[in-house]
């Protein structure tokens, strides 16, 4: 996910300090004027990380998409991908973050610091 991410910024002209503003009810994050479509998979506090599909405060339309995720870990036995919350730190929430930006085939994956501690988001590119 790291060379995704690399490439998406390149490709925009995206830089580590600029501004940008998401929004869970609209499944979005602009920056520099362009919308990218996301998934909001997860947030973290203190050392815990929870599944943003386990978060009744994230709109349903924020979380698209990581019900494969879930069901990726069932089939394969894979209780970091099933159980709603883990600790690890920060670790465990980009493994995490990783994990579902490769199943929902992401462009890029952007973790953001909140008020709370963290949030973790897969996006996608601009549509056409």
């Given amino acids: 996910m790291a060379s995704r991410t690399r490439a998406l910024r390149t490709r ?6 600029d501004r940008f503003d998401w929004d869970l009810t609209q ?3 602009v920056i ?3 919308r990218f479509p996301l998934v909001t998979v997860g947030t973290m506090s203190g050392d815990t990380f929870r599944w943003a599909w386990d978060d009744e405060s994230i709109p349903s339309e924020g979380k698209t998409g990581l019900e494969q995720v879930r069901a990726f870990g069932e089939a394969n ?3 970091l991908l099933t159980e709603p919350s883990n600790t690890g730190g920060l670790a465990s929430g980009n493994e995490c973050l990783a994990v579902a930006g ?4 992401a462009n890029a994956v952007l973790v953001d610091r909140t ?3 963290f949030i973790f988001f897969a996006l996608r590119e601009p549509p056409s």
């Fill in 102 to 105: 490769r199943l929902l085939g």
């Fill in 27 to 29: 499944s979005q994050l």
């Fill in 32 to 34: 520099k004027g362009t």
């Fill in 12 to 17: 925009y002209g995206l830089g580590p300090g």
């Fill in 77 to 79: 036995g894979i209780p």
């Fill in 115 to 117: 008020d709370a501690g």
